[in-house]
């Protein structure tokens, strides 16, 4: 039997990885205004944020949709012609995303091969870091049910935590009021977010960027002490910051493997610019 992995664009596996481990990504939409356009194919992130930056005053800010029914049906009829036997669709969080009610009607139409969905229960590469798991088990010649079995496993041993830089585009969202985001803009306040369940859950607030950053590596050493773990340094649009912040989290943890990741125009559409996250999957047996 031969599983294809299929993932959401939401969880920024790298091109790299997309590549190597033959998955499959299926990509969201970005909507400016009544203007539509899908992630990566008719809109690439650096268009993404030189649009988002040059907005008019007053215009109303970018939202998103997940990925069709239909895309996720045409993802997976892609892998059957590619010779795939069964396919596993994983997907960011339920909880904060329609994207896994979408492969799910996808898995109940006809697409002529076995389908199961997993729901990562995460975001960006807290979810993406599975599907790599996944995709590496395939090609080692696990069976569908021994990567179904693999990735309870590893989601369980998640952490994803992140400060974001300004509070405007969550008070935009309705995750925040606008007296909130002002308030601490004035006070240059950083609030810490994990993902916990599947949900977003404030774990406390800095003062000043450094002190946040310097917070993202407690949060995760509560979670992972000196376990071995695999690390994404994810950033919206801070590339040169997010590769200084290497160096203090490899340092901090037991790193066997990082890598630097751009969260792109999905995520940076809810937070903003200037998000710095640790994506985090400890390397078990």
Known sequence: MTVR????????????????????EVQASLIFGDEVYLNKVDMSEAEFYQRLLNLPKGAPLPTTAQPSPGQFLQAVRQAKAAGATSAIITTVTAKLSGTYNSAIQAAQMETEIPVTVWDTTGISLGAGWQTIRAAELVQAGASH??????????????????????LKYLAASGRLSSAQAMMGALLNIKPMLMVDDGILKPVGR??????????????????????????????????????????QVRAALNVQELLIVELGPVLAALAGPGVMALGIMQVTP
Do not use: W
């Open 5 to 24: 992995v299929i993932c959401d664009s939401s969880q920024n596996v790298p091109e790299a990885y997309l590549a190597r481990l033959d998955i499959v």
């Open 145 to 166: 049910d021994e990567i179904m079995a693999a990735l309870a496993h590893s989601r369980d041993h998640i952490t994803t935590v992140f400060t974001v830089d300004t």
């Open 206 to 247: 800095e003062r000043g960027r450094r002190s946040a950053k310097a917070a993202l590596i407690d949060l995760a050493l509560a979670r992972v002490g000196d376990q071995p773990v695999r690390v994404a340094v994810a950033h919206t649009n801070v590339l040169e910051e997010a590769h200084a912040f290497e160096p």
